[in-house]
């Protein structure tokens, strides 16, 4: 005789998932606005540093590794909150694109990998700005900022409301959710 056993069904197990994923898209939108602040924070650190700052002879001709570390050590003061932020930038992306993942959200996954290819690729480009004080490097890394801007703007647009309540104009409270 097979085991059998007796299947509970829970329905509030819909409204359960529901939830968790207009959460999940409810973070999606937190982390995407807060990486949008951190990037225009970044591009006016930039500009500081390209109109401003020096970059030390010493720095020059250093790779990636080594052109991220002097830039955290050294002066300017400009150069190194601009690589400190920088680097919080990656951690940030990867946390936007891991949320994306994580809402199953396939458009927020495409824009928040393209956003973090942007700043990855900024990152590089300011290695070899450092490393070799080329101005094209520098515009490489203003316009893969922009570029990064515009992916997670558009994960703001393409996820949709946050999910909760709301009150109409008569006072009335409802209950919606991310569809």
Not at 5 to 28: F, V
Not at 36 to 64: E, F, H, K, T, W
């Amino acid at each position: 005789m097979p085991n059998s056993k007796a299947m509970t069904i829970n329905p509030a197990a819909p409204h359960e998932q529901a939830a968790r994923l207009a959460r999940r898209r409810s973070a999606l939108r937190t982390n995407s606005a807060a990486i949008c602040v951190m990037l225009l924070v970044q591009y006016g650190l930039g500009m500081g540093v390209n109109l401003y700052a020096r970059i030390p002879a010493a720095d020059q001709g250093s790779g990636l590794a080594v052109a991220v570390g002097r830039a955290l050590t050294s002066q300017p003061a400009v150069l190194a909150a601009h690589a400190a932020v920088g680097l919080l930038m990656l951690v940030a992306g990867i946390s936007v694109l891991a949320r994306a993942i994580r809402a199953r959200h396939r458009k927020a996954i495409a824009t928040s990998a393209g956003g973090l290819a942007a700043i990855i690729a900024a990152a590089f480009s300011g290695a070899a700005f450092v490393s070799n004080g080329q101005d094209g490097a520098s515009m490489a890394m203003a316009v893969l900022t922009g570029l990064a801007l515009l992916c997670y703007l558009a994960n703001l647009l393409i996820v949709g409301p946050a999910a909760g309540r709301r009150v109409d104009r008569g006072g009335n409270r409802e209950e919606y959710s991310i569809e």
